[in-house]
């Protein structure tokens, strides 16, 4: 997923048009035309569309904005940026699954350590240590995803324990991904322990990426998801997911 720090310019012809996160929540009919590509791709893929199928694809593409922007900062560089829905936007992808492919920031202000060589920028606000970077973090994180919530809930078929497990979710994958894309999947699971390490209201669990062995029986992460995709409803003669809740019990 590509960021720009920056107001975001217009698109390129064929590209769709960026989408403001603040408008989306102030006016869900915006979510509620997203869920309608999703449906369509659905369709085009599966043959059908079930309601929760569709509804979890937009409620999850949309936590990937604030939770992969934060998590990707926060492992890569010790920042904590704006996540109100104010100063995000995102666009989705033009073809094939219509998830978020690209996000906009426009408020350059951030939270750093004392350490960091930026911290000295007039954009910067600087805290004492690095466990008041990740209450800051989820502080942020969880005041949009409240706003989601919020806005979603009343929209779709999903109580509030699935939108919560999914805000969790987001978090916890996208730790897991910055360390990935960073060469240290390792060091992600970490910070991804370092910003779930309890079972905190609102969120539904600590991080659940824990080792284990793949169908080789090579050393790998894994983890249990704490909300359903709902894909097993779809015509593939498939059950649940191996990490879903419905199938794997707390940790």
Same mark, same amino acid.
């Given at each position: 997923?590509?960021?720009?720090?920056?107001?975001?310019?217009?698109?390129?012809? &064929?590209?769709?048009?960026? @989408?403001?996160?603040?408008?989306?929540?102030?006016?869900?009919?915006?979510?509620?035309?997203?869920?309608?590509?999703?449906?369509?791709?659905?369709?085009?893929? =599966? &043959?059908?569309?079930?309601?929760?199928?569709?509804?979890?694809?937009?409620?999850?593409?949309?936590? @990937?904005?604030?939770?992969?922007?934060?998590?990707?900062?926060?492992?890569?560089?010790?920042?904590?940026?704006?996540?109100?829905?104010?100063? !995000?936007?995102?666009?989705?992808?033009?073809?094939?699954?219509?998830?978020?492919?690209?996000?906009?920031?426009?408020?350059?202000?951030?939270?750093?350590?004392?350490?960091?060589?930026?911290?000295?920028?007039?954009?910067?606000?600087?805290?004492?240590s690095e466990d008041r970077l990740v209450q800051l973090l989820r502080a942020r994180y969880t005041a949009h995803a409240a706003r989601? #919530?919020?806005? =979603?809930?009343?929209?779709?078929?999903? &109580?509030?324990?699935?939108?919560?497990?999914? #805000?969790?979710?987001?978090?916890?994958?996208?730790?897991?991904?910055?360390?990935?894309?960073?060469?240290?999947?390792?060091?992600?699971?970490?910070?991804?322990?370092? !910003?779930?390490?309890?079972?905190?209201?609102?969120?539904?669990?600590?991080?659940? !990426?824990?080792?284990?062995?793949?169908?080789?029986?090579?050393?790998?992460?894994?983890?249990?998801?704490?909300?359903?995709?709902?894909? =097993?409803?779809?015509?593939?003669?498939?059950?649940?997911?191996?990490?879903?809740?419905?199938?794997?019990?707390? !940790?």
């Open positions: 997923m590509h960021i720009t720090l920056d107001t975001p310019s217009p698109g390129r012809r &064929g590209q769709r048009e960026w @989408q403001h996160c603040a408008d989306l929540l102030a006016h869900p009919d915006g979510l509620a035309t997203w869920r309608a590509v999703a449906a369509e791709w659905l369709r085009a893929e =599966y &043959g059908e569309a079930p309601h929760q199928t569709v509804a979890a694809g937009v409620r999850s593409w949309y936590l @990937q904005v604030p939770a992969y922007l934060a998590t990707l900062l926060f492992h890569h560089e010790r920042r904590v940026p704006s996540l109100r829905p104010e100063d !995000l936007s995102f666009r989705i992808a033009a073809r094939g699954k219509p998830e978020p492919a690209e996000i906009a920031v426009a408020n350059p202000a951030f939270a750093c350590l004392p350490d960091d060589p930026a911290a000295g920028a007039s954009e910067a606000f600087v805290v004492d989601f #919530v919020r806005a =979603y809930q009343p929209t779709v078929r999903f &109580g509030a324990r699935n939108l919560w497990g999914a #805000v969790t979710d987001a978090l916890d994958v996208g730790m897991w991904r910055a360390g990935k894309q960073n060469g240290d999947e390792g060091a992600g699971v970490t910070d991804a322990g370092l !910003l779930l390490r309890d079972c905190s209201a609102p969120f539904t669990s600590a991080s659940t !990426l824990h080792p284990a062995t793949d169908e080789h029986g090579d050393p790998c992460w894994t983890r249990r998801k704490e909300s359903c995709c709902f894909h =097993y409803m779809l015509n593939e003669g498939k059950g649940p997911c191996r990490t879903c809740p419905r199938v794997i019990p707390p !940790l």
